[in-house]
């Protein structure tokens, strides 16, 4: 390309730059007259072209028009509609560059917000895989043009659907499913809901794996609860795929971006696939939460185990436990285990899980983190914390502050909210950070796992 550079500050010019950092987003970091420029699909070393899409006074966006020298952290992307479907952010990004920059984003949330000077942040664990690692994902559905059933993310920073067939992310054995399913809704005639006109029925295809088990989970998101012929179809899709054990629809009238609602009504087979987690059993439905990379998650269990001296004799609580996943295994540890959850399906897939595994020692409550804990009336020898991305509830702080467990392991899939919480929990020296573990839960993309562990400073 030949253009002719422009390198004034607005909205609309080219500007030539050398990128020199990832923000958090995943967003190349350039620098334009002192003022900071985001440009994706680009990374640390590239010299690039961009065209300014939204300038503000001290910052600005752009959109990559040309490389003019690449990075030698750049490689090809393992998908071809990698710089234009949202699901990944640095596909073109080589893996141990990915893991240095998201290794430098837990030290730089911890030193920018935090306040902590040089943070006891360890290497970081890279994840077992870096491609077809996903165990679930939840498309969206649309009807092209020319009336043709799509399925896949959509382009980042729009609702306009990248049409997939299959996806180096998510685990192989779901990409034929994803292909086929789509034709058969085609030819089913089932409406595609319409989010402006607020008409249609399908919404999602869900698809969950036990990546240890291989058993699969089929989940249509309607705004119907019954759909011409689904039953038959159901049976088809049933016979058709032999890891297949469950076909559904979840239940979801309601306008909004949230996924899954609260009624999931099970046509044909089991309302749960099996997967074998930390040497236990687990039963999971197609709604609830459980770690997107199986491996990963399983990595940051073993470190959790060898790190802690258990002497058996411990009371643990976990906070937003989930279905059990941390609270079942390290059960086994210690006297004791609490798990707290505000998702009562969830809460009863755990104390499902604690059955079907003979662990007997847990005992679960329904509710939110900052209603339930000042309320159990318990000392905690040990703290588990796995938040959502927000972080935890001031009032959890508070609570953890009163009650003071000796040791806190607090998992985050978020440095700024880890960074942030972590700050407050370590004010007046009350607890000290003895180390932070970056663990990439998600490869190619610019979202990164940590785990802390904070002791309380007894007088």
Same mark, same amino acid.
């Given at each position: 390309?030949?253009?002719?550079?422009?390198?004034?500050?607005?909205?609309?010019?080219?500007?030539?730059?050398?990128?020199?950092?990832?923000?958090?987003?995943?967003?190349?970091?350039?620098?334009?007259?002192?003022?900071?420029?985001? *440009?994706?699909?680009? *990374?640390?070393?590239?010299?690039?072209?961009?065209?300014?899409?939204?300038?503000?006074?001290? @910052?600005?966006?752009?959109?990559?028009?040309?490389?003019?020298?690449?990075?030698?952290?750049?490689?090809?992307?393992?998908?071809?509609?990698?710089?234009?479907?949202? &699901?990944?952010?640095?596909?073109?990004?080589?893996?141990?560059?990915?893991?240095?920059?998201?290794?430098?984003?837990?030290?730089?949330?911890?030193?920018?917000?935090?306040?902590? /000077?040089?943070?006891?942040?360890?290497?970081?664990?890279?994840?077992?895989?870096?491609? &077809? @690692?996903?165990?679930?994902?939840?498309?969206?559905?649309?009807?092209?043009?020319? &009336?043709?059933?799509?399925?896949?993310?959509?382009?980042?920073?729009?609702?306009?659907?990248?049409?997939?067939?299959?996806?180096?992310?998510?685990?192989?054995?779901?990409?034929?499913?994803?292909?086929?399913?789509?034709?058969?809704?085609?030819?089913?005639?089932?409406?595609?809901?319409?989010?402006?006109?607020?008409?249609? $029925?399908?919404?999602?295809?869900?698809?969950?794996?036990?990546? $240890?088990?291989?058993?699969?989970?089929?989940?249509?998101?309607?705004?119907?609860?019954?759909?011409?012929?689904?039953?038959?179809?159901?049976?088809?899709?049933?016979?058709? @795929?032999?890891?297949? *054990?469950?076909?559904?629809?979840?239940?979801?009238?309601?306008? &909004? /971006?949230?996924?899954?609602?609260?009624?999931?009504?099970?046509?044909?087979?089991?309302?749960?696939?099996?997967?074998?987690?930390?040497?236990?059993?687990?039963?999971?439905?197609?709604?609830?939460?459980?770690?997107?990379?199986?491996?990963?998650?399983? *990595?940051?269990?073993?470190?959790?185990?060898? $790190?802690?001296?258990?002497?058996?004799?411990?009371?643990?609580?976990?906070?937003?436990?989930?279905?059990?996943?941390?609270?079942? +295994?390290?059960?086994? $540890?210690?006297?004791?285990?609490?798990?707290?959850?505000?998702?009562?399906?969830?809460?009863?897939?755990?104390?499902?899980?604690?059955?079907?595994?003979?662990?007997?020692?847990?005992?679960?409550?329904?509710?939110?983190?900052?209603?339930?804990? +000042?309320?159990?009336?318990?000392?905690?020898?040990?703290?588990?914390?796995?938040? +959502?991305?927000?972080?935890?509830?001031?009032?959890?702080?508070?609570?953890?502050?009163?009650?003071?467990?000796?040791?806190?392991? @607090?998992?985050?899939?978020?440095?700024?909210?880890?960074?942030?919480?972590?700050?407050?929990?370590?004010?007046?020296?009350?607890?000290?950070?003895?180390?932070?573990?970056?663990?990439?839960?998600?490869?190619?993309?610019?979202?990164?796992?940590?785990?802390?562990?904070?002791?309380?400073?007894?007088?």
């Amino acid at each position: 390309m030949n253009f002719i550079m422009n390198q004034s500050y607005q909205q609309g010019h080219l500007v030539e730059l050398e990128i020199i950092d990832l923000a958090h987003s995943g967003d190349g970091v350039g620098k334009l007259d002192g003022r900071t420029v985001f *440009v994706p699909d680009t *990374v640390t070393g590239d010299r690039i072209m961009a065209r300014l899409t939204h300038v503000k006074k001290q @910052y600005a966006h752009g959109k990559l028009q040309e490389i003019i020298s690449p990075s030698p952290h750049r490689i090809r992307p393992s998908c071809i509609v990698a710089d234009k479907c949202g &699901g990944c952010q640095w596909q073109h990004i080589a893996p141990d560059y990915q893991l240095a920059a998201k290794e430098n984003q837990v030290i730089q949330a911890l030193t920018r917000i935090g306040g902590f /000077n040089d943070p006891p942040v360890l290497p970081i664990l890279s994840s077992p895989e870096i491609l &077809g @690692y996903r165990n679930k994902t939840t498309y969206p559905l649309k009807r092209s043009t020319t &009336g043709t059933v799509q399925a896949g993310y959509y382009q980042r920073h729009s609702h306009q659907l990248i049409n997939l067939n299959q996806c180096p992310i998510q685990d192989p054995r779901l990409n034929p499913i994803l292909q086929e399913v789509k034709q058969d809704i085609q030819d089913q005639g089932w409406s595609i809901y319409n989010e402006q006109t607020g008409k249609g $029925k399908l919404r999602h295809l869900g698809l969950r794996i036990g990546k $240890k088990t291989g058993e699969i989970l089929l989940t249509l998101v309607s705004t119907s609860k019954k759909l011409t012929n689904f039953q038959q179809q159901a049976e088809i899709w049933l016979q058709r @795929y032999p890891n297949l *054990v469950g076909v559904s629809i979840n239940y979801n009238p309601h306008s &909004g /971006n949230k996924i899954f609602a609260e009624e999931t009504f099970n046509y044909i087979g089991r309302p749960y696939l099996t997967e074998t987690f930390g040497q236990l059993n687990f039963q999971l439905s197609s709604d609830t939460f459980f770690q997107i990379n199986t491996e990963a998650a399983e *990595v940051l269990l073993n470190v959790l185990l060898e $790190k802690l001296c258990f002497t058996g004799e411990e009371t643990l609580i976990d906070a937003y436990c989930g279905v059990g996943t941390f609270t079942l +295994p390290l059960a086994q $540890k210690v006297a004791q285990a609490v798990g707290i959850e505000s998702n009562h399906h969830s809460i009863e897939q755990a104390e499902n899980n604690a059955k079907i595994n003979g662990v007997n020692n847990t005992k679960f409550y329904q509710g939110t983190v900052e209603n339930i804990l +000042p309320s159990l009336n318990l000392s905690p020898d040990m703290m588990v914390l796995d938040p +959502p991305r927000k972080g935890c509830d001031r009032r959890v702080i508070d609570a953890l502050k009163k009650i003071h467990p000796p040791l806190i392991v @607090y998992i985050s899939c978020q440095p700024s909210t880890l960074a942030r919480d972590l700050e407050i929990l370590c004010q007046s020296e009350l607890y000290t950070v003895q180390w932070i573990q970056p663990i990439d839960f998600f490869p190619q993309t610019a979202h990164v796992e940590a785990m802390a562990l904070i002791r309380h400073n007894i007088d």
